[in-house]
């Protein structure tokens, strides 16, 4: 059995992508294909199999085409990752010379952290807090 505390990925945490039209598009998605959106776009929940008690969520989101969220990289999506114990694994990235963006940002439903891989892919890390997230 792994290490609950040990630093990586534990799952997609979101979704997002370029759109030339956010309203449009998040419209279309609820019309056929039933998604439930709101001004972010949609989000589900779902149990963890190892850990049915736990409930994780994952975000759906469409941004505008002109976005600078997505910078540096020149790609039309990014991966948001739930990960476990950040700090531990920013200190592996940091061997490792992975290139970090910015600081650690702190929310009341986690905390996130950007980086790049090898093909300029922008990367958002997560660690959830997932109580705050069904207030």
Partial sequence: MSNSKEPKVTGIGGIF??????QEIKDWYS??????TDQWGATF???NINKPDEVNYLQWSPFQSDTKYFE?????????YRVQNLDA???????NNVEILGEVQTYD???????IDPEG??????????DELVK
């Fill in 17 to 22: 992508f370029f759109s030339d039209n956010v």
């Fill in 31 to 36: 019309k056929n294909l039933g998604f439930n």
């Fill in 45 to 47: 929940a779902s149990r």
């Fill in 72 to 80: 540096p990289s020149k790609k039309e999506f990014m991966i948001n």
């Fill in 89 to 95: 694994l920013l200190v592996k990235l940091k061997e």
């Fill in 109 to 115: 439903y986690g905390r996130f952290v950007h980086i």
């Fill in 121 to 130: 892919n922008k990367i958002e890390l997560w660690e959830p807090i997932d």
